[in-house]
């Protein structure tokens, strides 16, 4: 294997990375205190991970706390890396790669290289470290042990973050493969509200289900961080086990052909739904909003977000909603609801023409004010986020165990309606003041800019936290007595989603060459 | 009456000129070349000229009006088919034609008609790809169609014929043609120095940064006649161009 190239390309990853802030004036700085912040971050994880080592040998349960850590940094890596796409650079895709002298095995090396050797993951082996040097320092666990687990756990990671990356972009693409995917990922996504009740009336369950567990990588990971014998080496022959089936998985999922889900007619079908819809908005904004709608409804990450989004907001909801008195889940349903509407648009939402390329032309070509284009995204960003509410709302009289009471959905309603606007109203500013090049066509990779992940990710903390501060500091603001002071916050939303639309329109065409040299992929 | 006329036109890109003060008339019902090396400020000047640039100084008239970003009124009767070719990819080849025609007013029953007749006239009839699938000529003849069918008085395009394959190029030079002599204007930039002499009967050249060095009739170069300029006579546009702009071939040994 030609290892030189592959080293070029790992550095090339680095390079690109600061390129694209170098390129940026005053970026800079932001990016090296960017640095200092993860630096700082990995440092912290690793401390925290070294606390829980320490809280793990003091309680005297070492490898159960073990087990739970390791299980749970496992499962969000693999989720944030697929939802939130960290971690999965695209930029060297296999057909990117194609351009250099390289064979198969050592394309497939390179790609991988430069995924695993990617900040993102970088944070999980801080913590996985740090728990296993506590454990070690502690004097319940070997180090060489230890550290060698959390090595191979972390590869293990990596590969099945990537096959459920590629099984569901296969999906996807598949006709018939977005049902067949939601209802997978419905049923994981439930399953914990199923099961909690059922370990519940019969405790006998739960041993059986640790010992099933045994054979998993996290549980895996601990038995070797612990017992430095025979027991330690069986848990790193299971994670061993564990990464040539994924590696043998991912490798036979790579080499299928993907299945196009294009259909092959060649009959023009003039009367499409978008533009039905469109047509709502007036002859005027009709085509535009039409086109919008099929710009955002083309789009298979924003298909996947939408289809996901739901499942994953009431696995948030049940995870979340606990010890926050009788209504617990109506508290935290009050912070997911926001995102249920917001989710599956809010990579295109937060940077709407990032993904047009050259095509940003066409719209100041168009015998319409400028403005209109920008109106008419996220009118299309709305319609289809609205649309998520009303099967949000009947999930939530179907799967909830409450008696049913409006007002509880009044109160999700407004929340809902609210997090429409106002996050669609910011992702209007995002897009105007911190736009990026992206590729429509990629499922892979967190290509948001930096103010499109500070709004989605602090927009869906702030959402689900403030409930929980609530009802910490002032319980009766959100009590179900306290239904009507629901009601004012969603025309508060329309009125600054309205004011937004208002006062953006001239920063639009104001912005117009700078945001064309971005989306052009010139600055 | 001139269909164009760009008076001291002056874009900077910050601190940086790209056209500097640049003036030029188009006389309406012409078929005009708009030529100069990469980089000359070609494209900006058809930005500037199309509402996708502001200027930083200067006027532009489009068919006796001034003409900003804002003049819809004017955006209606022109067509611009720009160098990215500013083509909707995840769009199929009559969505995008159709989407465009809207745009500019066309009814349904139109829209379904030209978007038809263009697909068929430029051989684009397999729907089963979206743009973003299509080779660079046949995105290049989408983008041409976008840019006349709603039938514009002034016609802008930048490299129009680059790419496309022979039988295609001839097709659209005859529309061309067919365009200007009912009195209607085309300003073309290219590369393809031949074409443009066969075609164009007056070109305008520039060089960086978008300084106009000539402009002038070539009628007489496509009846085997000459141009003269700077007291030298020139017979084919691709030694006045070379001459004009100064460029010049480097060798390198070692290739």
């Not at chain 1, 996504?189 to 019969?202: D, E, G, I, R």
């Not at chain 2, 009767?77 to 007013?105: D, K, Q, S, W």
């Not at chain 2, 030079?173 to 443009?196: A, C, M």
């Amino acid at each position: 294997m030609n290892i030189a190239p592959i080293g070029e390309l790992v550095k090339l990853r680095y390079k690109l990375l600061w390129a694209k802030t170098r390129s940026r004036n005053g970026r800079i700085a932001l990016f090296l205190a960017g640095y200092l912040l993860l630096v700082m971050l990995i440092a912290l994880l690793a401390s925290g991970g070294f606390g829980a080592a320490m809280l793990a040998v003091r309680s005297g349960k070492a490898e159960q706390i073990a087990q739970g850590v390791l299980a749970v940094l496992f499962l969000e890596a693999v989720l944030a890396a697929n939802v939130l796409g960290f971690g999965m650079s695209a930029i060297f895709s296999e057909t990117e790669l194609r351009r250099y002298p390289l064979a198969a095995p050592e394309r497939r090396m390179a790609r991988h290289l430069t995924g695993i050797l990617d900040p993102f993951w970088f944070l999980f082996l801080a913590l996985q470290l740090g728990l296993a040097v506590g454990l070690y320092v502690m004097g319940a666990g070997s180090f060489w042990f230890g550290l060698i687990a959390v090595l191979l756990l972390f590869a293990a990671n990596y590969l099945l973050a990537r096959v459920v990356g590629l099984f569901i972009d296969q999906m996807m693409q598949r006709k018939g493969g977005a049902p067949v995917l939601l209802m997978l990922i419905m049923s994981l996504a439930f399953l914990p509200s199923v099961a909690t009740p059922l370990m519940k009336k019969n405790p006998a369950i739960l041993p059986a289900v640790v010992q099933r567990l045994q054979y998993t990588p996290p549980f895996g990971a601990a038995a070797a961080m612990i017992h430095p014998d025979a027991a330690g080496v069986y848990g790193l022959a299971i994670i061993v086990a564990w990464i040539a089936g994924l590696a043998a998985l991912l490798v036979w999922l790579e080499k299928r052909p993907p299945r196009r889900q294009v259909a092959e007619s060649v009959k023009i079908v003039w009367d499409s739904p978008f533009d039905r819809v469109g047509a709502l908005f007036g002859p005027q904004m009709g085509p535009l909003v039409g086109h919008w709608l099929r710009f955002y409804g083309r789009n298979s990450r924003t298909r996947t977000l939408y289809l996901i989004s739901l499942p994953l907001l009431a696995f948030l909801t049940w995870q979340t909603g606990q010890r926050m008195g009788p209504h617990s889940l109506l508290i935290a349903a009050l912070g997911t609801f926001p995102m249920a509407t917001f989710l599956g648009t809010s990579r295109i939402s937060v940077n709407q023409f990032g993904y047009v390329g050259g095509a940003f032309r066409r719209y100041f070509l168009l015998p319409t004010d400028p403005a209109a284009t920008l109106r008419a995204g996220s009118y299309a960003a709305v319609t289809i986020g609205a649309s998520m509410l009303p099967i949000a709302l009947l999930a939530w009289i179907v799967f909830v165990p409450y008696p049913f009471d409006p007002r509880m959905l009044l109160m999700l309603f407004c929340t809902g309606f609210t997090g429409l606007f106002v996050l669609n109203a910011l992702g209007i500013w995002v897009t105007l003041f911190n736009p990026r090049k992206g590729n429509y066509n990629s499922n892979f990779g967190n290509d948001l800019s930096l103010g499109g992940n500070i709004l989605l990710m602090g927009g869906m903390l702030i959402a689900m936290f403030l409930p929980r501060l609530l009802y910490k500091f002032q319980p009766a603001l959100v009590s179900l007595e306290s239904w009507w002071m629901f009601l004012p916050l969603p025309a508060l939303a329309l009125a600054f989603y309205l004011a937004t639309l208002k006062s953006a329109g001239p920063v639009f065409v104001n912005r117009r060459e700078k945001l064309l040299a971005i989306v052009e992929g010139r600055s | 009456m001139d269909a164009i006329r760009i008076t001291n036109l002056v874009k900077k890109y910050g601190q940086k000129l790209a056209v500097e003060n640049l003036s030029l008339a188009v006389r309406a019902g012409t078929m005009f070349g708009f030529l100069g090396p990469n980089g000359s400020g070609k494209s900006t000047t058809i930005g500037c000229m199309t509402g996708l640039l502001d200027a930083t100084s200067g006027e532009i008239e489009l068919l006796g009006q001034r003409f900003n970003a804002d003049n819809a009124a004017i955006k209606r009767r022109i067509g611009v088919m720009p160098e990215t070719l500013g083509l909707f990819e995840p769009l199929y080849a009559h969505e995008f034609l159709a989407f465009v025609a809207r745009m500019f007013g066309l009814d349904e029953a139109t829209t379904r008609l030209r978007v038809t007749e263009l697909l068929e006239a430029l051989e684009l009839t397999d729907t089963s790809k979206t743009l973003s699938e299509y080779s660079t000529g046949m995105r290049k003849r989408v983008a041409f169609a976008a840019a006349v069918i709603h039938r514009p008085e002034v016609l802008f395009l930048d490299e129009p014929f680059e790419s496309i394959d022979p039988a295609g190029v001839s097709l659209m030079k005859q529309w061309l043609r067919r365009f200007t002599e009912q009195g209607r204007t085309v300003f073309i930039t290219s590369h393809v120095l031949e074409t443009v002499e066969r075609v164009c009967q007056e070109v305008a050249i520039i060089t960086r940064p978008g300084k106009l060095v000539w402009q002038g009739d070539i009628t007489a170069l496509a009846n085997d006649g000459a141009v003269v300029c700077n007291g030298q006579e020139f017979r084919a546009l691709e030694p006045l161009f070379l001459h004009l702009t100064g460029e010049r071939y480097t060798d390198l040994k070692w290739l």
